[in-house]
């Protein structure tokens, strides 16, 4: 039986080593990455195996992100809407957000992922120090 890797780097077209070259992060260079190239692989990997130990972001998940007719929306799904899906699930099922890292080269799109994980991370922190405290006194 295959042992269930535990770190997941999303990306649709770079691997582990190549985030490494440019990042410097020694995570990268580890050999346990399980790869999913977009949205649909990613939910799907996380359904079936569960929360990684460690998740990292790519933002664009396509060639192009091509605009609707008439609208705001991208056609496919980046990096951002799978971090979205992600807080969703943890919510949903009370779970801890992974670690995460976000190894995108476009720079706003990394800060909007970085800022909504550490925003939810601080919030749900905040919450469960509510709890515990109301718990115990």
């Known amino acids: 039986m295959e ?3 535990r770190l997941l780097f999303l ?3 770079r691997y582990p080593i190549e985030a490494y070259h440019y990042t410097k992060q020694d995570i990268f260079l580890r050999k346990d990455w399980h790869i999913v190239r977009n949205y649909e692989q990613f939910v799907s990997r996380i359904l079936e195996k569960g929360l990684p130990e460690m998740i990292s972001f790519d933002h664009d998940l396509a060639d192009e992100h091509y605009l609707e ?3 705001q929306e991208f056609v496919e799904k980046t990096g ?7 807080i969703e699930y943890c919510m949903d099922n009370y779970l801890d957000l992974p670690k995460f890292y976000c190894h995108s080269m476009n720079p706003v799109g990394k800060k909007n992922i970085e800022s909504l994980l550490n925003n939810f991370k601080t919030i749900k922190n905040e919450k469960d120090k509510y709890i515990i405290q109301k718990r115990y006194k």
């Open 3 to 5: 042992l269930t890797k």
């Open 11 to 13: 990306d649709d077209i």
């Open 69 to 71: 007719p008439n609208s």
């Open 80 to 86: 951002y809407d799978c971090a979205k899906w992600l």
